[in-house]
């Protein structure tokens, strides 16, 4: 359970306790009887409230846990790498790590050269200095 839900439920349960004050004191100084329509609503709003201290339905949880599974997979097989074009006998392959996607190419009987570029900084504030680097990577098939 969380403590958004814990605390929806308790701020509901107040909000219950404060509308029954306030009608009973409104009735004592009107000498009025309580209404049907109020009795309902007060009884609506204590069952929202007990929802939200004891959290959704099975079926809500589920729903939840699966999403939560389906998402993990999807990241999972964008960070693994997958061809994603062919022609000529080399393969065109992606991945995904953190919010860039990566590319590489497979070639039979060929070097495939992989270049890598970034910045790296030093210093902080007024300090700091940032340069381009290139990395290159060579692979004999």
Wanted: proline content about 1%; hydrophobic content about 35%; charged content about 20%.
């Amino acid at each position: 359970m969380s403590d958004l839900s814990i605390f929806m439920g308790v701020l509901m349960i107040a909000a219950i306790l404060g509308v029954c004050v306030c009608i009973g004191d409104n009735r004592q100084y009107y000498n009025r009887t309580l209404s049907a329509g109020v009795v309902f609503w007060a009884v609506v709003a204590l069952g929202a409230g007990a929802s939200c201290v004891y959290g959704f339905t099975d079926e809500h949880k589920q729903n939840v846990i699966e999403a939560d599974r389906q998402q993990a997979a999807n990241d999972l097989a964008e960070r693994t790498p997958h061809v994603i074009r062919q022609a000529d006998g080399c393969k065109v392959y992606a991945f995904k790590s953190g919010e860039m996607y990566h590319y590489f190419t497979r070639c039979p009987n060929a070097t495939t050269v992989t270049d890598r570029t970034y910045e790296e900084c030093t210093g902080s504030g007024k300090h700091r200095h940032c340069e381009m680097k290139v990395e290159q990577i060579s692979e004999q098939q």
